[in-house]
């Protein structure tokens, strides 16, 4: 029997009580902080700590909760500290540990609570009513002091995950940088022309944000990785490679399935039989550094068409392509799949810890 198990078996049988939040803590709202001075006192947002100021809002141990924008991202704090109003402050009552309580509301996936179309938002009211358990203090202290452990034990071996995945794609980095370089003395030797010559770009085309939804077929894109939205049509075909033209300029994308590409966007169709996709895109993502070197300086920095269409991208014969797309392919998943190599690997083992943290803090409900 663990030591857990004993505690239980001593304190509580029978099971817990689950009263709501607003039993065991008051929640309170941010405020602005511009009226203070610099100082030494952590200032937070939902993002985390913004600034440093010399008062502070609270002063005892307090579970953070995000009001606006990242509603996951919670924090606990044992020093004193200042919220904005993009994130709640708790006053933590005597009949729960502040460590406690924030290690269960981490189980509580408080994004699924969202109260808005927009910006995700969580209210008060709707929080207040979550229903918070409430083991004998015993019980509750060796459970954070497990869950202490485990959390520093995770920290460490994601660091140490994540240092071999950057060196990882560092490697893959330079021998992606060595199979794209190419020079006249090639043997066959290659062609250079430029992207204007090969392909169809285009400027993508805008589309409202409140005619998005989740039901809608075709993935929104806006310059990242991932969507910003869904919607009812779409403007690209499959295997379409993007170019961000505002905010993180020069990066660029490929897109698998039809999607919708927004105004912030180059979007680039191969229509060189001579030329293979996937071969551009590598080449294309290799190049994000000198992309990024022909934006327009001044208040709202952009990349313009014609240095884009401009650009001059190596056609070796199909046959080479296709050789190094191969390669880099592979190589690109083992380091960025999600679904092998190491990035699985540092999703099981966040998951893992998840688990086992959802179980220490699962309890049976004591009957009315």
């Avoid at 794609?169 to 330079?174: K, L, W």
């Avoid at 409202?208 to 939804?213: E, F, G, S, V």
Wanted: one cysteine or more; glycine letters at 6%; hydrophobic letters at 40%.
């Amino acid at each position: 029997m663990s030591r857990i198990d004993e505690l239980i078996a001593e304190h509580c049988p029978d099971g817990v009580l689950y009263p709501r939040l607003s039993e065991v803590a008051r929640i309170r709202n941010g405020k602005d902080y511009k009226h203070l001075q610099e100082g030494s006192i952590p200032v937070y947002g939902s993002g985390g700590i913004m600034t440093y100021v010399d008062s502070a809002a609270y002063d005892k141990p307090s579970v953070l909760i995000p009001r606006k924008g990242s509603l996951s991202k919670l924090y606990y704090v044992d020093q004193p500290f200042w919220t904005v109003d993009t994130i709640f402050y708790t006053e933590v009552f005597d009949l729960i540990s502040p460590k406690f309580f924030y290690y269960y509301l981490l189980t509580q996936r408080l994004e699924e609570l969202n109260q808005a179309g927009g910006v995700p938002s969580l209210t008060q009211s709707v929080l207040n009513e979550l229903r918070i358990p409430l083991p004998p203090m015993p019980v509750q202290l060796e459970i954070v002091r497990i869950l202490d452990a485990m959390t520093s034990l995770q920290a460490e071996l994601q660091a140490e995950l994540q240092a071999e995945l950057a060196a990882r794609r560092s490697q893959y980095e330079c021998y992606r940088d060595s199979l794209l370089s190419f020079n006249d003395a090639g043997t066959p030797p290659v062609r250079w022309m430029t992207l204007d010559e090969l392909c169809n770009v285009t400027m993508g085309e805008f589309v409202k944000k409140t005619l998005q939804a989740d039901s809608f077929e075709f993935p929104v894109y806006n310059g990242g990785a991932t969507p910003t939205g869904y919607y009812s049509k779409s403007n690209a075909p499959e295997n379409s490679v993007v170019i961000s033209a505002r905010g993180s300029i020069g990066v660029v994308n490929f897109v698998p399935s039809k999607s919708w590409i927004g105004n912030s966007c180059f979007l680039v169709r191969v229509k060189d039989a001579d030329l293979d996709n996937r071969f551009m895109y590598h080449f294309l993502k290799k190049s994000e550094p000198e992309l990024y070197s022909r934006r327009t300086v001044g208040t709202l920095p952009a990349l313009n068409m014609k240095p884009v269409k401009d650009f001059l991208v190596p056609v070796p014969t199909l046959d080479e392509q296709q050789r190094i797309v191969e390669i880099l392919d592979n190589f690109d998943a083992l380091v960025n799949d999600i679904s092998i190599g190491l990035p699985a690997e540092i999703k099981a083992r966040r998951q893992q810890y998840e688990y086992y943290r959802d179980q220490l803090l699962s309890f049976k409900e004591l009957a009315a």
